[in-house]
């Protein structure tokens, strides 16, 4: 069944749910000059699986080696793009884990945000999470899901 839409493209986007000590872990992003509070992960490339895909995501902005423990929640309904209403985007999240967290220890991420790609890693803890400070339309449903467990 059209919507009538016309959509140009889509996009796979997988993000991970890392809880530790009562705290999960946030990424704070400038996205194509936006500040943008989300959920660590990114884009699926070409060739990749999501699985695969969020282990890199989690190497490359985190510099930690996750596990994947189970699948948490798949976008279940049309959600353009943030970033171009022409590209509809569907999210995976996943809940994970991991036994090293030292890599976090050690990073100084105050970062001032001024370019595409700064991020700064924030541990929030689960009690004071707020849907409504996540920017992104699903990552807020994915708290509110988070939160009612």
């Known amino acids: 069944m059209s919507t009538g839409k016309s959509i140009e493209a ?3 986007r997988v993000y991970g749910l890392l809880i530790h000590d009562g705290q999960i ?3 704070r992003e400038n996205i194509y000059g936006g500040v943008y509070l989300k959920f660590p992960g990114g884009g699926l490339e070409f060739g990749e699986g999501t699985l695969e895909c969020l282990r890199r995501e989690f190497q490359e902005e985190c510099q930690l080696n996750i596990q994947v ?5 798949t976008t279940e309904d049309f ?3 943030a970033f171009s209403n022409r590209m509809q985007v569907m999210s995976i999240y996943y809940k994970v884990s991991c036994s090293d967290l030292s890599p976090l220890l050690h990073r100084s991420d ?3 945000l001024n370019q595409h790609g700064d991020q700064e890693l924030i541990w929030k803890s689960i009690d ?3 849907p409504n400070e996540l920017n992104l339309p699903i990552d807020r449903l994915v708290a509110k899901k988070l939160l009612a467990e």
């Open 128 to 130: 004071e999470l707020n």
């Open 25 to 27: 872990l946030l990424s």
């Open 69 to 73: 423990d189970e699948h948490f929640y």
């Open 79 to 81: 959600v353009p793009s």
């Open 110 to 112: 105050r970062e001032a």
């Open 10 to 12: 889509f996009t796979i």
